[in-house]
């Protein structure tokens, strides 16, 4: 069936370099893609988001990036800071139903 | 204050019990879900609806149903819960479709289930 894989499952940072977690997605009529942080016991919350007809949307300092082609899209955290330890889900939507990948969790060392 | 509320927040129970997990938004969203988050799986849908009376299977709809009566109303009914239902569920809800893409889900705090 369709789905949606993460990479990488574990991201340890040091704090001011760059994060980057990738997703592949294989639903070809899938047109929005939000990406979600979950912090440890709380609901997931969403980040930044982008549709099918953008190739990259930026929000201070998260950018993502989407590839239509290669069915591709990645989130990219720069200026890592502690705060930004968390679980990362991206996930693509087709029509109202949704598929998440299996998570990242990043850890950002002071 | 907007918000996504689920009743109960913790509930323990026995194999084949009836339960219900009621879901409820005050922001008026059309789109409503029902999401299961296992560890290492992320967060998988079982259910959702568009609007009243619409409802639509997800990737993982096997043992469980629901029903859209009423717009803020989104219950999640397990008519015969199995260990393998042992899970944190998630309900959400969004303005819905905007044209053929969608709007941010907001998720309720989670209830976490556990079936002897």
């Known amino acids: 069936g369709e789905n949606v894989e993460q990479h990488p499952s574990t991201l340890s940072v040091q704090e001011g370099d760059s994060a980057v977690i990738k997703c592949t997605y294989s639903?070809?009529?899938?047109?929005?893609f939000p990406w979600y942080k979950q912090e440890l016991g709380k609901r997931p919350q969403l980040i930044i988001d982008i549709r099918s007809n953008v190739g990259e949307k930026k929000d201070q300092r998260i950018a993502v990036t989407l590839n239509k082609t290669a069915k591709h899209f990645s989130l990219h955290i720069t200026e890592t800071q502690p705060e930004d330890s968390a679980v990362y889900f991206c996930a693509a939507n087709s029509w109202g139903k949704f598929q998440f990948g299996a998570g990242t969790q990043v850890v950002v060392t002071p | 204050e907007a918000q996504v509320t689920q009743n109960p927040r913790y509930l323990i129970t026995v194999t084949g019990k009836k339960l219900t997990v009621t879901c409820s938004q005050n922001?008026?969203?059309?789109?409503m879900s029902w999401y299961r988050q296992d560890p290492g799986l992320g967060l998988r849908q079982i259910y959702y609806s568009m609007n009243v009376e619409v409802t639509d299977k997800g990737d993982v709809p096997e043992g469980y149903k629901v029903s859209r009566k009423e717009k803020r109303n989104f219950p999640l009914i397990l008519e015969s819960p199995s260990p393998n239902q042992t899970s944190l569920y998630f309900c959400?809800?969004?303005?819905?479709?905007?044209?053929?893409?969608?709007?941010?889900?907001?998720f309720g705090p989670g209830t976490r289930l556990t079936v002897l």
């Open positions: 959400a809800s969004s303005l819905g479709p905007q044209g053929v893409s969608y709007n941010e889900q907001f």
């Open positions: 639903d070809s009529a899938s047109n929005y």
């Open positions: 922001m008026n969203h059309e789109y």
